[in-house]
């Protein structure tokens, strides 16, 4: 069962729309004001948000920016009474996945829902998420939050290597078979080499430390909800 968060601080709409969601069997959390809004995005995980933009203590828009520096894939669809383009386009840019101009057909908001969830779901087993770190395996393209981070393709296949086995702590000979290929006859210190150079790029610049060390063992990426 879809999780739907609803940010509407008109009371009547934001009921009209949860019961809606509620007969359509999606569970649903409802709240009318931005500052706590944003705390719950902050502390749980939603298969999709309806976002309104005009909010008591923080607007949806700055709502969106600084959930899109930790969550990169979550749809975010936005709720607005306005029919600038401007508003819509600024939106669209700060990574809404769509947009509902005010007053709307009810059946409207659950097609683009249903589409949006359809969408998430065939693309989840080919994306990679870990805190705000997103790995694109179809493309092969890497991203902290918004901020694209190239790699070369050993560095590429040993991150989602790695990502694949989140709380497994994978020694240097399981990643050499792995990731370089049982025929592999150099030296096991490529590994820590490689683990260096991914660490100058996915972490250092941002503060982060995603790959950990395991002394005497070898490396794990933890679960970031532990």
Do not use: C
């Amino acid at each position: 069962m879809a999780h739907i968060l609803i940010v509407e601080d008109e009371e009547s709409l934001a009921r009209v729309i949860e019961l809606e969601l509620g007969y359509e069997d999606y569970e649903t959390t409802t709240v009318h004001n931005g500052r706590e809004a944003f705390s719950l995005l902050e502390q749980n995980t939603y298969d999709l948000i309806l976002l309104d933009i005009m909010l008591p203590e923080m607007s949806g828009m700055e709502i969106l920016r600084r959930f899109r520096n930790f969550d990169a894939s979550t749809p975010v669809l936005l709720l607005t009474a306005r029919d600038e383009v401007y508003d819509k386009v600024s939106g669209l840019d700060l990574g809404a996945n769509d947009y509902i101009t005010k007053p709307f057909e009810m059946e409207e908001l659950l097609a683009r829902i249903r589409v949006h969830l359809r969408t998430l779901k065939k693309s989840s087993t080919n994306v990679l998420i870990h805190d705000n770190l997103r790995v694109e395996i179809d493309s092969r393209e890497v991203y902290r939050g918004d901020t694209e981070i190239q790699l070369t393709p050993r560095e590429f296949d040993l991150l989602v290597f790695l990502l694949q086995h989140q709380n497994q702590v994978m020694t240097r000979e399981q990643l050499l078979d792995k990731v370089w290929g049982f025929d592999y006859a150099g030296d096991t210190n490529v590994v820590d080499v490689y683990i260096r150079y991914l660490r100058n790029k996915i972490d250092k610049p941002f503060n982060q430390a995603t790959i950990q060390t395991v002394r005497g063992v070898g490396y794990t990426i933890k679960d970031a909800k532990k």
